[in-house]
């Protein structure tokens, strides 16, 4: 199997391609790995592999028919369930979408349900798709796309074998970044600093290069100026500016992303030395963390977490958790 799209990855492209050339591949897979780290790529390969029409061994060819329509996402045989900006993905969603499994393939042999945040399926939407899970069609297969698979039910991780895609360093994500496109007018601290901040996700580390002047940048700033805001103390400032920040969910995620990368910084700075994931220049993290107590700046991480939780993941008012966090952690 030729896997052209995926970079890296070896041993994963290894294993997917021996199941499909052997036809030993499983019902179920669980695609595991960060933001940005080729989790969706994966998963749109073994959908090519799976429904190529040429007859050469080295699938997919990316040039068919087949593959065309699935890298333009016509393909009627591939299920995507997605939860958009919702926190979760409900119960109904996973009924709706089980309830199609009986009928066969409309242009091929197999049909594809990809899970896109599977995690944020509820207890209960998890539940439901265990049957499936356990006895799907012979023509199903299962992509249950996610950042972190030990928030699945054990149930639904017993039932499905797992796939962990790779993360590449900050030297490997900054030389690839050079040989794309959006690198072209880039200067080389803003590659680094992409490379740095993305933490091994190639696709992250492309999206902030190439938003770094637009939206990007702005929940960036977001992010670096209400970190200093907590850790200085300034309580009533702190309250105006989290209050007044406004993002969709998906971009709030990515907002607090980048201010727990910041905590970070700032604790790892207590230390002689330190390499930053988030600030380019590391004299900033030092100074702030000379001002703190190694207490104070866990009970800021910690807070953030728990206020990332709040909006991301229960749906909470964010209003009210941005306004908290503000006068929780100082």
Not at 38 to 61: F, H, N, Q, V, W
Not at 117 to 128: C, I, L, V, W, Y
Not at 168 to 185: D, I
Not at 297 to 311: E, N
């Amino acid at each position: 199997m030729d896997f052209k799209n995926i970079i890296g990855n070896d041993s994963l492209r290894s294993l997917i391609g021996n199941h499909i050339k052997n036809k030993t591949l499983s019902h179920a897979y669980i695609i595991e790995g960060p933001k940005g780290s080729g989790k969706r790529t994966l998963a749109k390969e073994i959908c090519k592999a799976l429904m190529c029409e040429s007859p050469s061994p080295d699938l997919p060819c990316g040039s068919c028919r087949s593959c065309k329509r699935i890298e333009e996402g016509y393909n009627t045989d591939i299920f995507v369930l997605t939860r958009g900006d919702k926190a979760t993905i409900p119960v109904e969603e996973v009924r709706n979408m089980t309830a199609t499994l009986g009928y066969y393939p409309d242009d091929g042999d197999c049909k594809v349900y990809i899970i896109e945040d599977a995690d944020r399926m509820t207890p209960q939407a998890q539940n439901a798709l265990l049957l499936s899970l356990e006895e799907p069609p012979s023509y199903v297969v299962f992509l249950l796309l996610t950042e972190d698979s030990t928030a699945l039910l054990e149930t639904v991780r017993s039932r499905a074998q797992r796939l962990k895609t790779e993360v590449f360093s900050p030297a490997f994500t900054a030389e690839w970044l050079k040989k794309q496109p959006a690198a072209a007018k880039a200067s080389e601290n803003a590659i680094s600093s992409a490379a740095t901040v993305s933490r091994g996700s190639l696709g992250l580390a492309l999206s902030t290069l190439s938003s770094k002047s637009t939206k990007e940048a702005s929940i960036s700033a977001d992010a670096s100026r209400l970190v200093e805001l907590l850790c200085t103390g300034s309580r009533a400032e702190a309250i105006v500016f989290a209050s007044g920040i406004k993002y969709s969910r998906a971009e709030f995620e990515q907002f607090f992303d980048y201010a727990i990368l910041a905590v970070r910084d700032i604790l790892y700075a207590k230390y002689s030395s330190f390499t930053p994931a988030y600030y380019t220049d590391s004299s900033i993290p030092k100074e702030l963390s000379s001002k703190l107590k190694m207490t104070k700046l866990t009970h800021i991480y910690d807070a953030l977490i728990c206020a990332k939780d709040d909006i991301t993941r229960y749906n909470a008012q964010t209003y009210a958790v941005m306004t908290t966090l503000a006068a929780s952690a100082l």
